[in-house]
Nanobody
């Protein structure tokens, strides 16, 4: 299961940065890929990023590529999403999710979901 936290305020100005963290317990962390998803108001949930079991492979949606960075610390059972150069269109509820083995950007492939955290990008 995922437990996600914002390491900073939920309201960020355009161009600002925010770091999210997701802690997992009750699973063998090194056997699981972690995915980040988001859902904007009135829109469907979409995949944002995924990091492989060992952290050697990462994936990003086109909308966040070059601005977001996903990383993990298996010793701390935690995955991070560093969000830079934030845009108003990044405003959404962000979710952490896990699945066994390889990465997936499809929500249907994820086994466990954490509670979402609100990220608002506005001036």
């Amino acid at each position: 299961r995922c437990s996600c936290r914002r390491l900073g305020g939920g309201l960020v100005q355009p161009g600002g940065s925010l770091r999210l963290s997701c802690g997992a317990s009750g699973i063998t962390v090194e056997e699981h890929a972690f995915g980040w998803f988001r859902q904007a108001l009135g829109k469907e949930r979409e995949g944002v990023s995924c990091i492989s079991r060992g952290g050697g492979s990462t994936y990003y949606s086109d909308s966040v590529k070059g601005r977001f960075t996903v990383s993990r610390d298996n010793a701390k059972s935690t995955v991070y999403l560093q969000m830079n150069s934030l845009k108003p269109e990044d405003t959404a509820i962000y979710y952490c999710a896990v699945k066994r083995y390889g990465c997936s950007m499809s929500e249907n492939d994820m086994k466990y979901w954490g509670k979402g955290t609100q990220v608002t990008v506005s001036s």
